[in-house]
């Protein structure tokens, strides 16, 4: 089915979110929608997927005009779409989950298990999909519901799949399940819109990438255009994308986690006997897939999370026992995972959250009463010399766009003088710019002798910016690599050191880590030698 | 992804937990209640009063048996009909205006006299205050209580425990009035801050529980208010409270020192409370706007883990707020026992606890939206009283009314579509994405 978009406008008030956009997906295409966050294409496949009703424009499907009123009239017409965030019932089997609204049924009105069971299992052998029809959802790791999600579509008969961000949960070995599957649903004749803003997995699957800029089509290129080519055209400036570093000049030792279990919610160990070292001057980077501790790590870091066992020492004092407040009065800063519910309050100006974490001291606080000018005036130079966009400093932060609200955070923990500074998911979800920014100034405190750890699941992000590189699994930490550890090895480490499908749990049959390495073979346009933060470093 | 209104930020966390709860969501109730006072204009506002004043006067009309009367015979004289209508509905309204805000046959009365120190003398000057010095005696208790729940709530508190804390600042007050003799100016202060101090002490108990034991503040509040109406009704029981030779429930005079001084000569009732409940919100204002300890409060209101992030102690914000929520019901209490009453009866506390609710939200929870709102509502209870006398429109039409508002209140779409407002949130769910479209 020949899927063609023309002259697409939808606009939101003054905001022209896509502005006059034609796209062709041929059959049996890969087509790489590439963008920033904010550039328009969730716009664009809602759109498609009848979510929205575009102000101008046609869709047309093998040449004949279609109007989708909702996502029943796109689905009918052979669309399907996979949200970034799965719409499944997780106490139901995947069977269960993919005929849901389609039961099969048998006279009078029976649900007919059997045969909705059989189709399930001939979707998933034909693409290879490797999905067990009886599984509960919920015990199925990330990348195998996602699968369920391309079965769900594939069940409705989809002719043209839409996956949005299918990446940006998923280990370097599932993606590269993922993009096998990808190949097979292509064989079969299957279309797919495959929207990303990460480049180099674009370069390897696409057969077209069409690049998109605040909601116009930029360009069009094909898979072999360079990193670079691409992400300026994305960005609309040329754009730096390896971190300029020196190496390290590590000095003492300055966080010193000895032996450290931390307990999750449940009272569980998250954390298990760990033991880290970050020396001054240094950027330590912890990899791993989400959910193997780092949350809990970083938490008791900063003291948001009791300690179970071990220690925990700045300077050599231990700090195991204090408070928040008395680690970030100590010289500790903290970029959390979650800007939005931890780092900041929306509703608030963004001079007040300037100061959220040293309100309480002078020069902004005389006894219990705030200084409001030396507020405002310390909210405008910080303003100033971190470049965050906003109409004033009096302006609720909910308003700014995610990379200023990001700055806001780095204003102020970064404008202290820190001894160590905590940085979890630093660059999630921001634009090429915005990420080009805040890693230059987290090497920036590192030349200033800050002892620097990141928590990222972003393999990029790591290379680019770590001068050693944690592996951490199920708690612990399974190796401590240099910066110029292959990918594979990586891969290995973060499915647990043996590299075996360790973990594995029921429904999936794919071995996790033998595959990572083919995908991130470092890209020979853009390489140069191996530390291998292959030409692309950002996403 | 991101496009989607910023919940990009925390996309993969939420992907990769499909059967967990989203951590920091806050409960369903508090959110209406946080839209009620966020998302409200003024103008809506007033909207909201304008037509509950409408329904409140079909309700009086229609209730009236002389209109009753009127339109059972509407096919032979419709004219009259409507007139008996508007004429019941028009007649209690402006009984209520005169009973609240001035009333012109006072003022006539007072012109009759040939000098301005005759007029004094008769008290026809003083008369003309009355409507107005009542309105603000029935306010004083209501600015008190709406600041009690207008302070917790703007910490992310939501205080139903008027009641209890009213009680509590009442006994202690009283006691103190009564029982212990101190010289003048001392005496009133003291029991001013006892007053304080009981109310305080209830609320402590709220805020402790719920940063020590996580025990919900609603449930806690009502619960505790049943205490206190319980340990109210023994307590002026007891040979230590009730006024001697006295059957029911009722405390001795408090000592002359310890009583506010009227305002405005005796023969109004006005006096210091309200002074003081004016400064009260005054200062919550200093508190929540330029104080450190308002910033905390604001913070742990608005998004407790980022307070907690940036080392705030979110439970001591909870328990501190509450003690100074609890505080401010206390002095409620020494609006009606040092300010008009001089007593303590099992009536006193009123529905002074539940009002204030509707006072805050009212006032959307700002100092000084909650003293207007209070005004309003001492207006309305003044007006009723004047109401009932002069029509046969019961009292009870002022509750009604104080409901319409609320109901209008929370009904911000009704009451934008009634008067056809355009509102800030028309745009729906296609604004959230293009809210997104910045990033």
Redesign the interface.
Known sequence: MKLELRGITKR??S?V?NDHIDLTVAPGQIHALLG???A????LM?VLYGL?RPDEGEILLDGQAREFRSPADAIGAGIGMVH???M?V??FTVTENVTLGVERTRWPGLLDRRRARREVRELSQRYGLNVNPDAY??NLP?GV?QRVEIIKALLREANVLIL??PT??LTPGETEDLFRIMRELKAGGRSIIF?SHKLREVQAIADTITVIRR?SVVGQRPPTATGSELASLMVGRPVELRVHKEPARPGAVVLDADGLTVPDDQGNPAVKDLSLQVHAGEIVGIAGV??NGQTELCEAL?G?RPVGAGRLRLDGDDISRQ???Q???GGMG?I?????????????PVA?NII??V??RAPY?RG???D?GQVDSTAVSRVSEFDIRTTSVQAPT??L???NQQKVILAREIGRDLRVLVASQPT??L?VGSIEFVHRRIVEQRDQGVAVLIIS?ELDEIYALADRIAVMYEGRITGIRPPTVPVAELGLLMTGADGGPAGEPAGTEAPAGTEAQQLYVPQPAEQEAPPAPPGDGHD | ????G?V????????????GTE??RPPFGKVIIQAII?GNSVVVTVAAFAAAIVIGGLLIAFTDPVVLHAWSQFTAAPGNAFAQAWDSAAGAYAAMFEGAIINPHTVASALQYNSISAAFQTGSVSAIFDPLSETAVNATPLIFAGLSVALAFRAGLFNIGGTSQFIGGALLATWLGFGVPLPLVLHAIVVLIGAFAGGAAIGWVVGALKAWTGAHEVIVTIMLNYVMIYLLSWLLGTSAMQRPGRADLITPFIDGNAQLPHLAGPSLRINASFLIALAAAAGVWWLLQ????G?EF??VG??P?????????VTGSWVLVMTIAGGLAGLAASAVVQGTDHTLTFQSYGTYGIDAITVALLGRARPLGTVLAALLFGALHAGGVAMQGLTQTPVDIVTVIQALIVMFIAAPPLVRAMFRLRGARA?GP??A???????
């Open positions: 939101f008030g905001l979110a920033e966050n904010g328009g294409k969730t716009t809602n929205t970034q965030h799965f499944l997780p106490v959802v919920e990330v519901q949005d961000e940006a949960v929207i909601g989400q959910g900063v948001l408070t928040t407040r680690r970030l009065a903290y959390p995972e979650d800007r939005t519910e931890d780092g900041l309050v929306g509703d608030f007040d959220l974490d309100y309480h606080a219990i009463a705030l409001l909910s308003t766009s995610g990379g999630r979800g634009d699941s | 992804m991101t496009e989607q910023g990009g930020g925390s996309a993969p966390r939420a992907s990769t937990d499909p059967g951590p920091g966020q330029r104080s450190t300890i910033f604001r913070s608005a998004n883990r980022a307070a907690r992030t940036a080392g705030m102690s745009a296609e604004q994405l293009a809210k997104g479209w910045n990033g």
